[in-house]
């Protein structure tokens, strides 16, 4: 069965350090998909990448970066000079065919 | 654009009572999908839908029931609210697949007691 896992419950970083939030996937399939997705404080789950399991190039989108490797089965997503916009809680989720799996998230916390 | 809207947006229901979330996008998105979130913990699946009239279950469909007689409707019901049904319930949407980004609503936060 598919599973997502975030094994950094909470991060706290002053602004403009960087930092990466992991994400550790397992699946049986080939094809799948991968996403991560930012829940700020109010609420509402913003999408922030899709990638697929034949696509293992590096993004930079910004300050954001993600780091995907299958042979480590793992998605992970770095955040450099952080501000504090960026504290939110930050969902990893693997998509195969007919169902989306989230890990438990990150909450990152950004101080001035 | 209003994208997916959720009503209500706060709701206490006692033991047994029965409630409707509702949930519409307008988006004209097949899929929509309905999850819950527990805290500390990521959301989980409860029922999706690929298009008016198709309905399946998710990862925890007990105790919740869905219909899908339009393609912008998508309400989730709990017949007999139990305290482990309190959560934060999210509806989300997207256009022809499961493997697409999701738009996803403002939340429902419940509480049965």
């Known amino acids: 069965a598919q599973k997502v896992t975030q094994a950094q419950t909470e991060i706290s970083v002053v602004e403009k350090e960087d930092v990466t939030l992991d994400c550790v996937y397992e699946?049986?399939?080939?094809?799948?998909?991968l996403f991560w997705y930012k829940q700020p404080p109010s609420g509402e789950l913003v999408f922030l990448i899709r990638?697929?399991?034949?696509?293992?190039q590096n993004e930079i989108s910004g300050r954001y970066s993600w780091n995907f490797q299958k042979s480590t089965s793992s998605f992970n997503f770095t955040i450099t000079a952080s501000q504090v916009v960026d504290s939110a809680v930050y969902f990893c989720?693997?998509?195969?065919?007919?169902?989306?799996?989230f890990g438990a998230g990150t909450r990152l916390t950004v101080k001035p | 654009n209003a994208g997916v809207t959720q009503t209500p947006k706060f709701r206490i229901l006692k033991i047994g009572q029965s409630m409707t979330l509702q949930c519409t996008q307008d988006?004209?998105?097949?899929?929509m999908y309905w999850y819950r979130q527990d805290p500390g913990m990521g959301l989980k699946l409860i029922y999706y839908?690929?298009?008016?009239?198709?309905?399946d279950k998710g990862e925890v469909p007990n105790g919740y029931n869905v219909s899908r007689s339009t393609t912008e409707d998508f309400p989730l019901r709990l017949e007999l609210a139990a305290p482990s049904q309190t959560s934060v319930y999210f509806c989300?949407?997207?256009?022809?697949?499961?493997?697409?980004?999701?738009?996803f609503g403002p939340g429902t936060r419940l509480t049965v007691t």
């Open positions: 989300a949407s997207s256009y022809s697949s499961q493997v697409e980004e999701q738009y």
């Open positions: 699946t049986r399939d080939t094809t799948y998909y």
């Open positions: 990638r697929n399991s034949f696509d293992e």
């Open positions: 989720a693997l998509s195969e065919a007919t169902d989306m799996r």
């Open positions: 988006m004209n998105h097949n899929y």
């Open positions: 839908s690929v298009g008016a009239g198709i309905t």
